[in-house]
């Protein structure tokens, strides 16, 4: 048997190292993944486009825009003559905020009022207004503070009131890095698992070789096992790699077991892997294979938690998301990297992928026997 597992694994090598091409593809594509999703789809939104409308032309109000562009949510890009201009930049998507300070402005402050500041913001993204609106709240609170110890002389601080300390676990700077990172290692994992095993078998069929391996006298299970492995090994291979750039270039520590960690990540890589092999025995052509891997792909990012939270999906999408083999993984890497979770508190997700990777094997197994047939 072994013999044979060699042969098979040796002709699968040859045909990738016979593609120098190819082969460089697959590991670049991780790294461009990886510095494309880490960079890009950041969740942390700042130095937004802001346009500011200033009718006091007051110290105070000048004090006012100042605080608010050092606070690193706002540039203060635009300073336009009315509001009907301030409205066209908002229309244009030349600014996402503007910010309208009103006439007595410092008058009304030194009195001991309460001059309304008006915020505008596009709400077109919800993700960047709700951005805009937090964040504008959370510095004219801070002005607040600042203006009522100015006029009155008291610390605001030794006021009667509660003292809200609020402390952040898992993540205390909230670096987007730290989330979004570990994320693309799954997502790296199942792309190419899924993208390089869909064209295993189809690529035979294309090239004629297929009836050549059915008169050999390996075995269904040694045929596929000798296929599949050189492409564990790549794919295994660029998950270690992604994870060393985590660490060392991202600045992603690690909390939980490493061991623990690439442990699960090949267990895991039988479900992905499994998928592809039974997308190959569906798919008449190769081109065919990369198209239901993209289809799967998709619905698997969306319903996954990769992007948006489970939580805030409708109680239908959160029902199909316990059908997405991503969703464990994500769970088991941001666990272990993020919390330090250990074996004892991931077993479910374990358990899980196990049963998955057991029922896809199996039906990639039975279908490429049909074939064979």
Do not use: C
Not at 119 to 132: E, Q
Not at 169 to 196: K, T
């Amino acid at each position: 048997m072994i013999r044979r597992l060699t042969s098979i694994m040796r002709k699968e090598f040859l045909h990738m190292f016979r593609d120098p091409r190819t082969l460089t593809m697959l590991f670049l594509i991780p790294l461009v993944q990886l510095f494309l999703l880490a960079y890009a789809a950041r969740p942390n939104l700042d130095h937004l486009r802001t346009a500011v409308l200033d009718m006091d032309h007051s110290t105070r109000s000048r004090g006012l825009i100042a605080t608010y562009q050092a606070s690193n949510y706002f540039d203060i890009t635009q300073y336009p003559p009315d509001q009907a201009a301030m409205g066209r930049l908002l229309d244009l998507g030349q600014i996402r905020a503007g910010i309208i300070i009103p006439a007595g402005f410092s008058q009304q402050a030194e009195r001991g009022e309460r001059p309304q500041v008006k915020f505008i913001i596009d709400g077109s993204d919800p993700t960047v207004a709700n951005t805009v609106y937090s964040s504008a709240q959370t510095v004219g609170q801070a002005i607040s503070l600042n203006l009522v110890k100015e006029l009155t002389g008291v610390n605001p601080a030794r006021q009667p009131g509660i003292d809200v300390r609020p402390r952040v676990w898992y993540n205390p700077d909230m670096r987007s890095e730290n989330f979004m990172v570990p994320g693309v290692v799954a997502l790296i994992l199942q792309l190419l698992s899924m993208m390089m095993t869909s064209v295993a078998i189809v690529r035979e069929r294309e090239q004629g070789t297929i009836e050549q391996l059915i008169v050999t006298p390996l075995r269904s299970y040694e045929l596929i096992l000798g296929k599949v492995t050189p492409y564990a090994l790549i794919v295994f291979i660029n998950a270690v790699g992604v994870l060393v750039l985590a660490v060392f270039w991202f600045q992603v520590p690690i909390h939980g077991s490493v061991p623990l960690l690439l442990s699960l990540v090949a267990f895991a890589m039988i479900a992905t892997l499994s998928l592809g092999l039974f997308l190959s025995t569906v798919a008449h052509s190769q081109q065919e294979a990369q198209i239901f891997t993209y289809f799967f792909m998709l619905p698997s990012i969306f319903l996954s938690g990769y992007i948006f939270p489970l939580e805030s999906m409708p109680p239908a999408l959160q029902f199909l998301s316990n059908f997405v083999p991503l969703r464990y993984l994500l769970e088991i890497i941001r666990g272990i990297i993020l919390k330090g979770l250990g074996l004892e508190l991931l077993r479910q997700q374990v358990i899980i992928l196990g049963l998955f990777s057991l029922v896809i094997l199996t039906l990639a197994t039975t279908r490429f026997q049909k074939r064979l047939e």
